[in-house]
């Protein structure tokens, strides 16, 4: 077969572009226990069933009241209400209060409907036997967890495109959605070649070398969220590289080849390529070190990649090149930093003394990025779910400003 060469390099970002412009996969769905679904990346947003909470209840330990009864309460004049019973925990508050009476009630616990808030019991004190004294007043609604105020019915409760986090594993069991639409995981393949390479169990004679390429590479396709093919070792020969990268093509969605992609004489990358469909080579040499013998090509719809032999190169330039063609098979945004600089677009309160986390969710606008807290209590899942940022605010800080620039932990 006639070799055809050439060799001109072109930015990393230019050349990927160019290929994620051709390629438009059309990934199939899978329908899957949301039990089992840590790490798939969602195909659809699945609405909320229902409101979240679905009941009234309470955000902490204490005595439900009708607000008004506690106007005025301090510790030089207390309020005197009486408590009139409890209320169970996991069941329906049936029990009602009048002006001037209370319901002990715990954290999770079902407000009765005629009352609208909740006294810490931290502000209360015994008074006689079936007597309490209220030393705060509390605002109708303070310390009760509203209805549909984590998420409310029909809401879309993660994003398509989300790779599922912990979390939102816990927020779609929170509203009782059992099974979770998700992007088929890509199939990619992968070939070593070259006559030195042995396996890794293999005990190298002199000359030879393990392939370390193909399972950190698979490892590599394993995080991003694709499922490897271990297609083995081709020799530097075309009886023997054609039929393996032929067979690998047609069971993927990918073809990874690594080795044989420099110029010279005993490279055979170029030709496997060109038999495997059209167009073919779309760029050969990118403007990177290590890295600048690799192979881009579209063939029949298929990517295929050819990366360099040396291990460094093949895991960097495949960080840069085939993560991205990965995320864009499951429709998945580009990925935010470990760490990230935002602007706050709210004031952010915090305690002295006190090291608080503050999920926040970043934005860009105007080139800029943005950090908007996310404010709920620590007992609504969905307060981490519509987050994908920490804000750490440290020990000896009262609180950050609106305009603050701040660092956030990606979630």
């Known amino acids: 077969m006639a070799k055809t060469e050439f060799f001109n390099v072109q930015p990393v970002g230019l050349a990927l572009d160019m290929l994620l412009r051709l390629w438009q996969p059309r990934p199939p769905r899978q329908a899957t226990d949301t039990r089992r679904a840590l790490g798939r990346v969602l195909a659809s947003a699945p609405p909320a069933p229902g409101d979240l909470p679905a009941f009234r209840r309470s955000a902490v330990d204490g005595y439900a009241v009708r607000a008004a009864d506690t106007f005025g309460a301090g510790h030089a004049l207390p309020a005197y209400l009486r408590c009139v019973g409890s209320i169970a925990m996991g069941a329906a508050a049936t029990s009602d209060i009048q002006s001037g009476e209370t319901l002990l009630i715990h954290t999770g616990g079902m407000l009765p409907a005629s009352a609208d808030a909740v006294v810490m019991v ?74 030195e390479l042995i396996a890794p169990e293999a005990h190298p004679a002199p000359g030879q070398i393990r392939d370390i390429n193909a399972p950190t590479l698979a490892a590599l396709v394993e995080q991003a969220g694709g499922d490897p093919l271990l297609l083995g070792i081709a020799r530097d020969h075309l009886d023997d590289f054609l039929p393996r990268a032929r067979q690998g093509f047609a069971r993927c969605d990918l073809l990874v080849i690594s080795a044989g992609s420099s110029v010279s004489t005993r490279d055979l990358t170029v030709d496997v390529i060109a038999a ?36 460094v190169s093949a895991y960097l330039v495949a960080r840069q090149i085939l993560v991205p063609l990965l995320r864009h098979w499951l429709g998945q945004p580009p990925p935010l930093p470990a760490t990230l600089r935002a602007t706050l677009t709210h004031n952010v309160a915090s305690v002295s003394g006190r090291e608080d986390s503050v999920p926040v969710r970043l934005f860009q606008q105007d080139g800029a990025w943005l950090a908007t807290p996310v404010f709920g209590k620590s007992n609504l899942i969905f307060t981490l779910v519509n987050a994908n940022a920490l804000l750490p605010i440290p020990l000896n800080s009262a609180g950050l400003k609106a305009g603050t620039v701040v660092e956030v932990e990606i979630l």
Request: some cysteine; charged content about 15%; aromatic content about 2%.
């Open 122 to 195: 931290e502000r209360t004190q015994p008074f006689g036997p079936d007597e309490i004294e209220v030393y705060a007043p509390v605002a109708p609604g303070e310390n009760v967890v509203q209805i549909g105020e984590d998420i409310a019915a029909g809401a879309a409760l993660v994003p398509p495109g989300q790779r599922l986090r912990p979390h939102d594993i816990g927020g779609l069991l929170a509203a009782g959605v059992m099974q979770v639409e998700v992007v088929a995981a890509p199939r990619v393949a992968l070939l070593s070649s070259g006559d």
């Open 276 to 311: 495997l469909g059209k167009p073919g080579i779309l760029q050969h040499g990118l403007a990177v070190k290590p890295g600048k013998p690799t192979i881009l090509a579209l063939c029949d719809g298929k990517p295929v990649i050819g990366l360099p032999g040396n291990p």
